[in-house]
């Protein structure tokens, strides 16, 4: 009896349900098929769509967790859920495809990128990294205001506010000056954060301006796919890359979680023609650029889209965590990683690996934060320890393994892994050290997470979390 709240929430208590269901009426159709001729044939046909997308599905290949999610949601909802899957495939076409002609990768994960999306090591002059959003939009604004040739910005989101003044004011400046200024918006991510006027005043002065998968009934068939990259890359000279959008939180104007933590970097010299090729990428569905040799360091600069190629991320992520032999020191809003990664990360504290995750205490999601709670609860067990960041929002997305930083707009669970339209950068070096300082700092301001005993219907919201996470 002890066990049984434990079973009743589990996967396998679900399946065996299902099972159960089918069965039943699977008999019950047998027995009375005479009499229920019709409700038998209609029956038949809602098993047979069923059938059909979830083999669609299994076929496909990619994630299990994913496919056993959709496969969970087709069940749930026969017919209506295979027509909805089925629009999500119409129309799908490629886009966000990019490679660096001639390429000479200098190691095994310079080899992989180049592989998996076509990007290589490069060199760069210097670069900054931003502890908070008020340093990122300084430098930012600055940058804008001095570019002369072209200024592109891709960002998730985009909200009126101080910050989108300021944007509209240095763009201004940068026009002024000659330079041509296009930007990419997500559909989703700015819904109801800006409206036409907003976008016709950034027109006014002269950007050109693409919705990505503007959010309209018609359009559902590619909303399953965002662009939730931030990238201003300025005169093929300097690239802004991390976790900041353009809204007054990430510079705490204003924000309703508390203190609004986040982290950036920019990127001088020739890497920054990669974050370039990687905007226009998306801007012209495909694009290839020739790198110079140079730079006084090297860097790595990747990316991930989902409907051409998908996963260097997380297998970057998953090498360079079961290669750590000291640490693995990680800063993620939302934490819901898949089972390889849960796995890496399990394996590499047993190991003696110091292994340590920021998450926030004040969240901005409460289902997301309930997951996070509920993934970090058996990698707790086995010595990976979880901190609540309690002066507010924890929305920094970087990793530091050993000596080796990863930042970007990649967060820890499956939708950022395999479903969004992503990019990130690589640094050894003293890049890697001023993120360890700053996970150092932050981690004195945090506390570690409590795990409290759960109501049942907590469990039971949970549990249901859970069996959709990936789709979320």
């Avoid at 036409?196 to 068939?221: N, Q, W």
């Avoid at 005169?235 to 924000?255: C, L, M, P, R, W």
Wanted: glycine residues 8%; aromatic residues 14%; positive net charge.
């Amino acid at each position: 009896m002890r066990n049984l709240p434990k079973l009743i929430f589990s996967i396998n208590f679900l399946y065996i349900l299902l099972i159960a269901a089918e069965c039943a009426a699977i008999i019950f159709l047998c027995v009375f098929v005479p009499s229920f001729l019709p409700v038998a044939v209609a029956f038949a046909v809602i098993w047979a769509i069923t059938l059909v997308s979830v083999t669609a599905i299994v076929s496909r290949g990619g994630s299990p967790e994913f496919n056993c999610s959709l496969a969970l949601f087709l069940i749930a909802l026969p017919v209506a859920g295979a027509v909805i899957y089925a629009f999500t495939r119409i129309g799908k076409r490629e886009c966000g495809t990019f490679t660096i002609e001639d390429a000479q990768p200098l190691d095994g994960e310079e080899e992989a990128a180049y592989r998996y999306c076509g990007t290589s090591g490069v060199g760069y002059d210097n670069a900054t990294y931003f502890k908070d959003g008020a340093e990122y939009f300084a430098c930012l604004f600055n940058e804008i205001e001095r570019a002369k040739k072209r200024v592109y910005l891709e960002y998730f989101i985009f909200c009126r506010g101080k910050i989108f003044s300021r944007l509209v004011s240095a763009l201004k400046v940068a026009k002024d000056n000659g330079a041509e200024i296009k930007i990419i918006v997500d559909g989703i991510g700015s819904a109801l954060k800006i409206g036409r006027k907003d976008v016709k005043k950034l027109k006014k002065l002269g950007a050109e301006v693409k919705i990505f998968h503007r959010l309209t009934p018609f359009s559902y068939s590619r909303l399953n796919y965002r662009d939730h990259r931030k990238i201003a890359a300025i005169d093929g000279k300097a690239a802004f890359t991390g976790g900041i959008n353009i809204a007054d939180e990430y510079a705490n104007v204003k924000s309703k979680f508390g203190y609004w933590k986040d982290t950036g970097v920019v990127i001088y010299g020739e890497a920054a023609r990669v974050f370039e090729g990687m905007f226009l990428s998306v801007w012209h569905c495909g694009c290839k650029i020739k790198i110079r040799d140079g730079g006084k360091h090297r860097c790595l600069p990747y990316y991930d889209s989902p409907s051409t190629r998908a996963g260097f991320c997380e297998d970057a992520y998953l090498s360079a965590i079961s290669a750590a032999k000291e640490r693995v020191h990680i800063f993620t809003p939302y934490f819901c990683a898949g089972e390889k990664l849960r796995s890496a990360l399990s394996f590499a504290a047993t190991r003696g690996v110091d292994v340590k995750i920021i998450i926030p205490h004040i969240p901005d999601k409460k289902y997301a934060f309930e997951l996070s709670k509920d993934s970090s609860l058996s990698l707790s067990a086995n010595g990976v320890k979880f901190y609540e960041y309690t002066p507010g929002f924890m929305h920094a997305k970087s990793m530091v393994c050993d000596g080796r930083l990863y930042i970007g707009s990649y967060n820890f669970d499956y939708r950022s892994m395999r479903l969004n339209y992503e990019c990130g950068v690589a640094f050894s070096g003293e890049m890697c050290e001023q993120a360890e300082c700053d996970f150092k700092e932050c981690l004195h301001l945090s506390s570690p997470l409590i795990y409290k005993k759960l109501s049942p219907c907590r469990k039971a919201y949970r549990f249901i979390l859970k069996l959709f996470a990936p789709l979320m």
